[in-house]
């Protein structure tokens, strides 16, 4: 019997389309499906059904999806993150290999992909933990793919992962070896966090031309559109014009019926989490994680709002142009801030990562997808070690023409009470950064002052430690310097 190129394990929505994807290219791919209660028969629907006729081989267990597949075997996991992996992994090790691949497609936490590298390694199998981005449409045509783990295993799972993904107009795959470890799932976070970010700094737009411009849904559609033929050209701006106009049944926009109570799975909190962990600011993906938390916030909300009333009134001294150069200049701080956190990660992990590569697998079939990200692959090409994309010549420049309405932008959100916290923490970060001379001489004086924490000197040479007897009963003892 004719053996499968790869085994898929979990045929919901990414599965099954990934399927098919994989089918489509040439492959054959044999399929799994746990059987859990009511879930029964899942693998015999799919391959009587979507799969009729194609090369799929249906498995019933996890002995014969393994037996099914050619050597040395490849099977990916696309079932849910967390446990229910290191339990598939658990059952697929007795069955398999030395030599033998696991492919985790899942949106799996990067630290769990690090223990499992090393644990399936120790058995003399190969792991790869792989981000994919694109939902159910880029599984089936074409999604970014982020692969991690063993460097072993790229050769064996290349053809099948590079073959799946989205293509460039010039035919590179969106689908390059990320590094070693959780670095696939770690790229894959940032991108989510990003994704986070995209989402927030569009909606906060989409609040300014609403409440403060009080354009109706058809005339912001128009906007957006017209925002996607220019240096904002992506995926999100793409369906948001789409979302705009969409109808409900009785022809009214869908999207004033939706409750405005945003949703997470974790990604975004876990970008926040990491970029806590690296002592790098990435304070929009941050803020954009926060603002999905207030949402869901409803009866506090509806009780500030009674406690508080302020609406918004109609401005006329705002520009539909000067909301788009704060939305971009804020999301070119974003994205910033997130090749910030993919470096320090790289650093500390020893991943060597390359950014100018990250951002071109982003380039088509993920969420972020946009022209804009040539732009970061461009810099990187010019300086691969660049510690902050905001010195590449492209950001400052940009950041400099649209800073005037940014500001503007941000200050009249203040004014009139709309919520930017996306916009106006990028423009935060932005002043800080700049800031030669901070105010953080002062928080280090408290520190000495109340438990003589030390600081250093600008008259000094860095690396020299005073402590100051500020109320004249202190004594000479300084504290420790240490991370809780
Ligand atoms: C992708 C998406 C996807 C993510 C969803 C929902 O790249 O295809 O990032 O992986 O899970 O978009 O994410 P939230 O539920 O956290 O908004």
Not at 115 to 134: D, H, M, N, P, Q
Not at 159 to 165: V, Y
Not at 367 to 380: C, E, P
Not at 423 to 440: C, E, K, P, Q, V
Request: charge should be negative; aromatic fraction near 8%.
């Amino acid at each position: 019997m004719k053996k499968a190129d790869i085994g898929l394990i979990g045929l919901a929505v990414m599965g099954e389309n990934l399927a098919l994807n994989m089918e489509s290219k040439g492959f054959t791919v044999a399929v799994y499906n746990r059987s859990f209660p009511g879930e029964e028969g899942v693998v015999d629907r799919f391959v009587n059904g979507r799969g009729k006729g194609k090369n799929f081989i249906p498995a019933h267990s996890i002995e014969e999806l393994v037996e099914a597949v050619k050597r040395p075997r490849v099977i990916m996991m696309m079932i849910k993150a967390g446990a229910p992996v290191d339990e598939m992994i658990e059952q697929l090790l007795p069955h398999m290999s030395p030599g033998d691949v696991i492919i985790d497609g899942g949106n799996s936490d990067f630290h769990d992909t690090e223990r499992r590298v090393k644990e399936v390694e120790a058995k003399g199998l190969y792991f790869v933990g792989s981000g994919i981005s694109g939902g159910e449409e880029g599984a089936l045509h074409g999604p970014s793919v982020m692969p991690g783990g063993s460097p072993e295993a790229w050769p064996i799972v290349k053809d099948i992962l590079q073959g799946i993904a989205a293509k460039l107009d010039d035919g590179t795959p969106c689908c390059q070896w990320i590094g070693a470890g959780g670095a696939g799932h770690f790229v894959k976070m940032v991108h989510n966090g990003i994704e986070y970010g995209d989402m927030q700094l569009i909606s906060e737009a989409y609040s300014l031309l609403k409440n403060r411009k009080g354009l109706d849904n058809d005339e912001m559609a128009v906007v957006f559109e017209e925002w996607n033929k220019g240096e904002l050209d992506s995926f999100l701006i793409e369906i948001t014009k789409n979302i705009l106009r969409f109808r409900d049944e009785d022809g009214k926009p869908l999207l004033d019926k939706i409750l405005d109570v945003a949703s997470q799975k974790g990604t975004g909190k876990w970008s926040a989490i990491a970029a806590m962990d690296e002592n790098d600011p990435l304070t929009l993906i941050t803020e954009a994680v926060y603002a999905r938390m207030l949402s869901t916030l409803i009866s506090e909300r509806g009780e500030a709002s009674n406690l508080y009333p302020e609406p918004v009134e109609l401005g006329e001294n705002l520009y539909v142009e000067e909301i788009r150069q704060a939305l971009y200049a804020a999301k070119l701080i974003s994205y910033a801030q997130g090749f910030s956190l993919i470096l320090r990660a790289s650093e500390r992990y020893g991943w060597e990562l390359d950014f100018g590569t990250i951002a071109q697998i982003w380039r088509k079939g993920c969420i972020i997808r946009s022209v804009f990200l040539q732009k970061i692959t461009d810099a990187y090409k010019k300086a691969p070690e660049l510690p902050n994309l905001l010195f590449d010549d492209f950001f400052r420049i940009k950041i400099q023409a649209a800073l005037p309405s940014w500001r503007k932008v941000v200050a009249e959100g203040a004014l009139s009470g709309v919520a930017l916290p996306a916009m106006s923490s990028a423009l935060s970060y932005f002043d800080g950064l700049r800031t030669l001379n901070s105010a953080a001489n002062l928080i280090q004086a408290q520190r000495d002052y109340f438990g003589a924490h030390t600081y250093e000197r600008v008259d000094r040479d860095p690396g020299i430690f005073f402590h100051t007897n500020w109320t004249g009963e202190g004594g000479n003892t300084v504290s420790g310097t240490y991370t809780v």
